[in-house]
């Protein structure tokens, strides 16, 4: 386990009304200006959505979902955001009511999901009503994944210093999951991967490599209306060949 502790230097000190310049606030004043971009890009890019598609497809999701089971239309869970902080997170409902949405993840052929839901999540429809969650200031549309509580717990104590990822705000899509990393995370290796592109992108953060993981998450929506009962394919990536084994050496 000691391979997977990631040394950083960011941290919150034990007394806050030291004199010492404290390092977590390096980290953001250094990253000042992409920061300001990108929650501008984010609060455009949301209204954007909100005009342009909302109006005409919410309805026809909301209706079909009505049609296809019972419940309601939305489905909202407390998700882990940026440093720890938790919020509401929106989502179209894809699966049928049940006690075990907060604490079970979703698996392959998991029966509580709906004949829409399927649908829904291999398109990534489902996760629309997050650009609420963007505008609120929440998420942004670029970022690590928002977990859950339970899976938050999980995988902390199973990956040193897994709340890294949360110096980066939670996003609708991201790093790890545009290098093949959605669904379900049970096993080890499949946690830590995440951890790993997701640590990545918080080290590496910049707007062009935030308008490269959205123009991917663009194809892989296309690609799965083409692969529809089959894995999405990730195929050849935007990045520089070496980015894996960057991402693999933070650890």
Same mark, same amino acid.
């Given at each position: 386990m000691r391979s997977t502790i990631v040394e950083s230097k960011i941290y919150y000190p034990?007394?806050?009304q030291d004199d010492e310049q404290l390092q977590i606030r390096e980290h953001f004043n250094s990253r000042y200006h992409y920061l300001v971009y990108k929650r501008c890009m984010d609060v455009v890019t949301s209204l954007l959505v909100m005009i342009l598609i909302f109006p005409w497809l919410f309805p026809?999701? *909301?209706?079909? *979902?009505?049609?296809? @089971?019972?419940?309601?239309?939305?489905?909202?869970?407390? &998700?882990?955001?940026?440093?720890?902080?938790?919020?509401?997170?929106?989502?179209?409902?894809?699966?049928y009511v049940n006690?075990?949405?907060? /604490?079970?993840?979703?698996? &392959?052929?998991?029966p509580r999901v709906t004949r829409l839901g399927k649908f829904l999540r291999n398109t990534c429809l489902d996760e629309l009503p997050q650009f609420i969650n963007v505008l609120l200031g929440h998420m942004s549309v670029v970022g690590p994944r928002p977990h859950m509580?339970?899976?938050? &717990?999980?995988? @902390?104590?199973q990956v040193a210093n897994y709340k890294f990822r949360n110096l980066a705000r939670p996003g609708i899509t991201g790093l790890s999951q545009v290098r093949g990393y959605r669904g379900?995370? !049970? !096993?080890?290796?499949?946690?830590?991967r995440r951890y790993q592109w997701d640590a990545y992108y918080v080290r590496n953060v910049s707007f062009i490599l935030d308008l490269r993981i959205m123009a991917?998450?663009?194809?892989?929506?296309?690609? @799965?209306?083409?692969? &529809?009962?089959?894995?999405?394919?990730?195929?050849?990536?935007?990045?520089?060949?070496? /980015?894996?084994?960057?991402a693999k050496k933070i650890a």
């Open positions: 034990k007394n806050w026809i999701v *909301i209706l079909l *979902i009505k049609l296809d @089971s019972k419940g309601p239309a939305f489905f909202k869970q407390k &998700r882990v955001g940026f440093l720890g902080k938790t919020f509401w997170c929106y989502k179209f409902r894809t699966m006690d075990m949405a907060d /604490t079970r993840q979703a698996s &392959r052929n998991d509580l339970q899976d938050s &717990r999980e995988f @902390s104590a379900p995370a !049970t !096993t080890f290796q499949s946690i830590f991917e998450t663009g194809v892989l929506m296309v690609r @799965s209306l083409l692969y &529809r009962n089959k894995p999405v394919p990730v195929g050849k990536s935007v990045y520089e060949r070496g /980015t894996l084994a960057a």
